[in-house]
């Protein structure tokens, strides 16, 4: 579960105020808003990279409000997938491990089995700069996977990908999300995806939050690609 | 029109000629200074141990300058880049301060320094006015200022989306700069510790206030040159001018290639 208790940010003249919505357990939530409208900063004080002015941050039974990022059981992926420079496939999938100290061939079993998962797996030795748009978001949602967090937050993943994949990619989110029974949060302003993809839709308007009926979607890519549902 | 005329009007015909102007005057520089004395000469007056002193110690003090450079600018870069604190455009201005100020004055300030109370408190552990210490010391001051505004620029380039991602992870902020940030900023490190080297090589005006100019102790490079066109001996002093513009050359080629491949 992902819960925001009254959230109130503030920088300049943008601010966010009283935000509160929640994610239950195991369900796939999008939360839509024009651009500029505050859902990566929301997104961002989910994972604890800002600090709400006021309000709390729930994830699945803990308050989290006050903790660091790296306790927060998250996995995040960001709208260019944000890759480490300078790490293989491999290592970037495995680095949350490497982090916790896992036994090697622990940390090479998971490696090979989400990179089979997500279709990475004869790409485990390049570097960034060889892989696509596509192939760069695969790897962002493993190396997001890999430490089995409870939820999962994607700031616009589709985004920057063209049509075709975008509809793949849409369709390995949700079999993903459902196959690991993680609470996911994705950040879109596209009603294709929002459709293809939510169980609950939030929205996000002047600094304010509510909630809209859910689109019902196809999430096997057949009719997915030009839905724009209203 | 083919691509090739498309190039060939007065504007562009115009700005080739301003750079190739400016190319010239560069390498008739160099040229005139490189073909007024013989190999010969060059090779004896490089041969005298005074100046292979001044080599050695030029070659070492720069290495050690520009290390000490590089280790205050990755932190201060990175901190001037990614921080958000009040007086951040006065702390970066006042960084400059050693490239605005006139190199002699930069060497004043730091003898006076350590005549002060804490200056010769420094001095009773490690004596730095006259020593070669002073030397490190009076190009650091100027290297690392060149330093720090290199890093700020590699870090500006840098995304700090992957430094959040690996917090997420289970990074704390610097663990997430020391293994993820770093080693991508690792061609601009080389970039800033090339030119703090480079500037600390040509520094003479701190050096000669604050070290001095002692043959054998605290001769370096550009001190060379002065000492020998005091006593009339152009050639040496043309053979050490050489040697400089022959490491400098090597520094920047050294920074154009190995950069690329980092």
């Known amino acids: 579960m992902i819960q925001l208790d009254s959230i109130a940010w503030r920088v300049g003249a943008f601010r966010l105020e009283n935000v509160s919505f929640t994610v239950p357990p195991g369900q796939y939530a999008v939360l839509m808003g024009r651009t500029g409208c505050g859902k990566t900063t929301l997104i961002e004080i989910i994972c604890g990279l800002r600090t709400p002015r006021s309000g709390r941050v729930i994830i699945g039974d803990r308050d989290v409000t006050h903790e660091p990022p790296a306790a927060r059981g998250i996995g995040y992926v960001p709208q260019d997938g944000a890759l480490f420079p300078t790490f293989t496939v491999r290592e970037q999938i495995g680095f949350a491990l490497r982090l916790r100290r896992r036994p090697a061939d622990e940390i090479a079993a998971r490696v090979v089995e989400l990179a089979n998962e997500l279709g990475v797996a004869h790409l485990l030795d390049r570097l960034p700069q060889n892989l696509s748009g596509g192939e760069r978001q695969r790897v962002a949602l493993g190396r997001a996977l890999a430490a089995k967090p409870s939820v999962l937050l994607l700031d616009e993943p589709l985004s920057a990908l063209d049509e075709e994949l975008r509809d793949d990619l849409a369709v390995l989110l949700k079999r993903v999300q459902r196959e690991h029974s993680i609470t996911a949060l994705h950040i879109t302003h596209s009603r294709a995806e929002s459709a293809a993809l939510a169980d609950v839709v939030f929205r996000l308007s002047d600094g304010r939050i509510c909630e809209v009926p859910a689109a019902p979607g196809d999430f096997d890519g057949s009719e997915s690609s030009g839905a724009s549902q209203p | ?262």
């Open chain 2, 1 to 262: 029109m083919s691509a090739r005329r498309a190039w060939l009007t007065p504007f562009w015909i115009g700005l080739a000629l301003v750079a190739g102007l400016y190319l010239a005057f560069l390498v008739a520089l160099i040229w005139s200074t490189a073909t007024y004395t013989t190999v010969a000469q060059i090779s004896e007056s490089l041969r005298a141990p005074e100046i292979r002193y001044s080599i050695w110690l030029s070659l070492i003090t720069c290495t050690a300058s520009a290390l000490l450079a590089l280790l205050l600018a990755v932190p201060v870069g990175y901190l001037l880049s990614r921080g958000r604190f009040p007086a951040k455009a006065w702390l970066d201005a006042a960084l400059d301060i050693p490239i605005v100020l006139p190199p002699m004055v930069v060497g004043l300030c730091l003898l006076i320094f350590f005549q002060t109370v804490a200056g010769k408190l420094i001095e009773r552990v490690v004596p730095f006015t006259y020593t070669v210490a002073g030397v490190v010391l009076a190009q650091f001051v100027i290297g690392a200022a060149f330093a720090v505004r290199t890093m700020r620029g590699v870090f500006d380039h840098l995304s700090s989306r992957p430094e959040d991602v690996a917090m997420t992870l289970g990074c704390s902020r610097g663990q997430a700069v020391w293994m993820v940030t770093l080693p991508a900023a690792r061609r601009g490190m080389f970039a800033a510790f090339s030119i703090a080297w480079a500037r600390s090589l040509g520094e003479f005006g701190p050096i000669l206030v604050f070290a001095g100019a002692t043959r054998m102790k605290t001769e370096v490079l550009p001190t060379s040159v002065f000492i020998e066109l005091s006593v009339g001996r152009l050639e040496a002093a043309i053979a050490v001018s050489l040697l400089m513009v022959a490491l400098a050359l090597v520094v920047l080629v050294a920074v154009r290639l190995l950069g690329e491949k980092l």
